[in-house]
């Protein structure tokens, strides 16, 4: 079941809200903990008992580490949880890429799981760990009762997809939260515009990157192919940053308060930067769970030079099982790497306008490379980008299609940077009740389109996929 779908809108979530909030505060807990079953089981029955196992176990090494006096014991314990995590992540996301490895290198013919990937494997696994490893550092309190334990876990809102929650940052919410109608109102409103840019621009855009790379590449010109790979990167980050609007609305309207993970990456002036806006939850758990465990910058530049590569190597392998992903992950490690030694003093003295290009560019680049599973194929439609077997600059029907989705790229381009949100402040900008009771109204007025528009195109389209759903 995803966000975007009829019978989340209109059967799951009304449902669920409304026995959610006539039953008493200190009961809440079991209907969320059931409801998120019921939606997560909605598409893998089977894999509920997988999530309650790793629920389970990481519970109760949560309370063998708060019970234990002997640093020693607690560290094998920490050890064996994390060997628990990541072993199930690792056979059930990495086996038959690692099959398939060793039958290339070897020439032999082993069989392959063909295992489904359980959704949101990936996310709750990492929000799990997070919780076990605090507890061992002391940073967060052991959590004794096992049914708020498992509403961390579960939680709808952010289970498949993020944004990545760590245990402490809503403890105490698990136990007493408050959903006023202020929360509900700021909920329902950062809802509809994730719901508009999920469905509305990401879908829109998707269509026009598979009408690009589902065809022939050596009919593909230079203007299609860097067209292509726009799409893509608008479609990703309108996918990702519009389901992760709607899981921190959501859990606004449930009384939780979820990380932000995306702040105008795309204005970022250095790779760097990309990075502290871009998916913030997951850079975040790598830099404190990873790189600063590692040394992080503390021993010396060679060893943190190395630690990034260590960092992007793991970060590029844990949004898939393939080689394209890892080449993702070791591009962004290089330039990462180039801007700690020479790039980033480079950058700060060019003007923003120079940073900001370049980061599009090598971020574009990044995005063929994830977007494409066949390593030859990223680097084919590479060649063609930078003119290399292409069909030509441009052609008529490369004209035709720029023509036909200019709106929809001016529109994406604009609603990607924070220039929007800007005029209308300004716009709104005063302190007289009569412009507030404007404002209000426009507000509602813009958000009931969208929600309109948003639900018509969710009824007459085919194309709704989101695409962190397979990492």
């Given at each position: ?8 809108l ?7 809200m409304?026995l ?5 505060r ?8 059931l409801?998120s079953?019921?939606f997560y089981?909605?598409?893998e ?6 999530m309650?196992?790793?629920t389970l176990s990481d519970?109760v090494?949560?309370r063998?580490?708060?019970a ?8 094998g ?12 992540l690792?056979f059930f ?18 069989p ?28 967060a ?5 096992l049914?708020d ?12 997809a ?20 202020t929360a ?6 950062r ?13 829109n855009l ?8 589902g ?8 203007l299609?192919a860097w ?7 608008f ?7 519009g389901?992760?609007?709607?899981a ?8 939780f308060h979820?990380?932000e993970?995306f702040?105008y990456?795309?204005t970022?002036?250095s ?5 502290r806006?871009w998916?913030?939850?997951?850079s975040?758990?790598f ?8 040394g ?6 060679s060893r943190?030079?190395l ?9 590029g392998i ?9 080449l993702?992950?070791l591009?962004?490690?290089l330039w990462?790497?180039?801007e700690k ?17 370049y ?6 680049v ?7 599973e066949?390593?030859n194929g ?9 003119g ?10 490369t004209?035709?299609?720029l ?6 790229l001016?529109?994406a381009?604009?609603?990607a ?13 005063a302190?007289g009740s009569?412009v507030t ?7 509602k007025l813009v958000?009931s389109?969208?929600?309109l528009?948003?639900?018509?195109y ?14």
């Amino acid at each position: 079941m995803v966000f975007s779908s009829i019978t989340f809108l209109f059967r799951f979530i009304p449902i669920f809200m409304i026995l959610y909030f006539v039953t008493p505060r200190r009961m809440r807990n079991i209907i969320l903990f059931l409801g998120s079953l019921f939606f997560y089981a909605w598409g893998e029955p089977v894999y509920v008992l997988l999530m309650l196992f790793s629920t389970l176990s990481d519970y109760v090494h949560g309370r063998l580490i708060g019970a234990c006096r002997s640093r020693r014991v607690a560290r094998g314990l920490l050890i064996s949880s994390i060997i628990i995590n990541l072993g199930l992540l690792g056979f059930f996301k990495y086996s038959d890429f690692l099959i398939g490895t060793v039958n290339q290198l070897l020439g032999s013919n082993l069989p392959l799981l063909k295992l489904p990937l359980p959704i949101g494997i990936s996310f709750y696994t990492f929000q799990t760990m997070s919780y076990t490893i605090d507890c061992y550092r002391g940073e967060a309190r052991v959590q004794k009762n096992l049914l708020d334990f498992g509403v961390f876990v579960t939680m709808f809102p952010q289970l498949i997809a993020g944004p990545i929650v760590k245990y402490r940052d809503v403890q105490d919410q698990l136990h007493e939260r408050k959903a006023d109608i202020t929360a509900i109102s700021y909920g329902c409103r950062r809802f509809v515009a994730g719901l508009a840019k999920k469905v509305l621009l990401a879908n829109n855009l998707g269509l026009l990157w598979t009408e690009i790379s589902g065809g022939n590449l050596g009919d593909t010109t230079v203007l299609g192919a860097w067209m292509g790979a726009l799409a893509y990167a608008f479609q990703i980050y309108f996918d990702f940053s519009g389901y992760s609007d709607m899981a921190i609305g959501l859990g606004a309207m449930l009384g939780f308060h979820f990380p932000e993970n995306f702040n105008y990456p795309y204005t970022a002036k250095s790779v760097t930067d990309f990075w502290r806006r871009w998916h913030i939850s997951l850079s975040s758990w790598f830099r404190e769970y990873v790189y600063i465990p590692l040394g992080g910058n503390r021993r010396g530049m060679s060893r943190q030079l190395l630690n990034i590569l260590i960092v992007w190597m793991l970060t590029g392998i844990w949004h898939g099982a393939g080689w394209n992903f890892l080449l993702w992950g070791l591009w962004f490690a290089l330039w990462l790497i180039l801007e700690k030694l020479v790039l980033g003093k480079v950058l700060k003295v060019l003007p923003s306008l120079v940073g900001r290009l370049y980061t599009w560019l090598v971020v574009l680049v990044s995005w063929v490379f994830f977007a494409i599973e066949s390593g030859n194929g990223a680097i084919n439609y590479l060649y063609v980008m930078f003119g290399q077997g292409a069909a030509g600059l441009y052609d008529s029907a490369t004209l035709f299609t720029l023509l036909e989705y200019r709106v929809l790229l001016l529109f994406a381009a604009v609603a990607a940077t924070p220039l929007a949100h800007r005029l209308s402040e300004a716009f709104f900008h005063a302190t007289g009740s009569g412009v507030t009771a404007v404002r209000r109204v426009v507000e509602k007025l813009v958000l009931s389109l969208l929600l309109l528009a948003s639900i018509a195109y969710i009824v007459e389209a085919s194309y709704n996929p989101f695409l962190y759903f397979r990492f």
